[in-house]
């Protein structure tokens, strides 16, 4: 018998970038789209339009260059936003409308200071508006979790008329237990006349830690699609984890009786794409991705592994698309080994890439004897940095002394957007201070270094520095990453990259 799908609904482009509060650009954003495509979800949230001029312009481009998946935008249920919702996504193959208004009494008197009869005619003419521009509408009444149950079934079925073809049911506030949530679901199936003809969707925060738990609770009940984000990323707390949830469905399929179109190899990738351009690092022991997730400290759980890895490992960390830490190339490795490499490991590469791309991998072998696939995930990030982000400034050198009698002293050498270079000098409280001041010299971009953190890319002395920062600017912040096998040059990098950041937005 054929299993039932569940639909992947991917949001880390609209809750989770807008609750980050960090500004990417278009390509960062597209970067990410053409990403959750080869992972296969079946629906990009791409945006909320209305919201932004940015926003508007990321749906638009994401719509028009990423074919296969649904793309939906998200609209208040105000004529204006349907409109630009679908200004923004009339261009992709599949598009998709995605209402919502809050339908809880705390909301509804407190936030939106309507009654609950003006809220019901907002939804129902919202979603006609949007059916009048496309055939695919998602409803979600915000809240859904403590709306009252003779309201909910009313406004659902009345959406169901007005042509929504699928109903998310939100625990907006992370407050539902697994229990709950699906009994919740099951009602809505019993009491909605017409609710066997659209698909029921959930969208779970995880206040309590209960995101994953409580999609999974939904699917067993019938739910066919969930929403969540690459990494949990999203409001607060963040939404239900998608490869949680998709790992979860794929590693209990005989248990749940459905499956996903998702190709689980490309999860590894997509989670350190979004964390690198995010600026979000994923904690060590998260499910899934996380760098101990299939890590074995127990020499019982070793042994064990070693023997037969079934006996401790419940899914193959093949399969999630874990690059292997063995040795891969050397300084003596040449062009064409680096392309078979980088493609295993999924990059495509054009010639002119691949040509920087080897110029990298040459610097970084004469400074690190063993270059293993982590290192090329780090320096392929380097180079989608640079890509992505126009370099209006350029680093060409940085210069450091230091010491416990000395005053650190930083030089720095910038070519600037006009082609000419700049050099500053500065004393600081630190080596990397005295950088960030000289850089400051000479970009004279106004900033608040809200985050520096420095991550060894992998193990041993001659690791790979992994510097992430955000600084802030007018409310509004920027995430710079920069590597190096110096760590003083990856801040200077993670620096640049983050100032050439606002240059870009402002
Ligand atoms: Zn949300």
Redesign the pocket.
Known sequence: MAKDKVTIFD?TLR?GEQSAGIGLTTHEKLQIAKQLEMLGVDVIEAGFAASSPGDFQAVDLISKEVRNPIIASLARCVPGDVDSAWDAIQSASRPRIHVFVSSSDVQIMHQLRKNPEEVFDMAVSSVERAKSYCEDVEFSPMDATRTDMDYLYKLLTAVIQAGATTLNI?D?VGYAMPWEFSDRISKIKENVPGIDNVVISV?C?NDLGLSVANSLAAVQVGARQVEGCINGL??RAG?ASLEEVIMGIETRQEMLGVSTNIDTRQIYRTSRLVSDITGFTIQPNKAIVGVNAFRHASGIHQDGVLKERTTFEIMDPQSIGWPSSSLVLGKLSGRAGLRSRLEEMGYKLTDSELNQAFKAFKDLADRKREITNADLESLMSSQRRTSDVPNLYTLSSVKVTSGNDSTPTATVTIDNPEGSSIIESSVGTGPVDAVYKAIDKVVQVDNELLEYRVEAVTEGIDAIGDVSIRISKENTIYVGRGSDTDIIVASAKAYMNAINRVLAFN
Do not use: V
Request: no cysteine; charged share 20%; glycine share 12%.
């Open positions: 949001t809750d939100p907006t969208h925060h999203g409001e939404n």
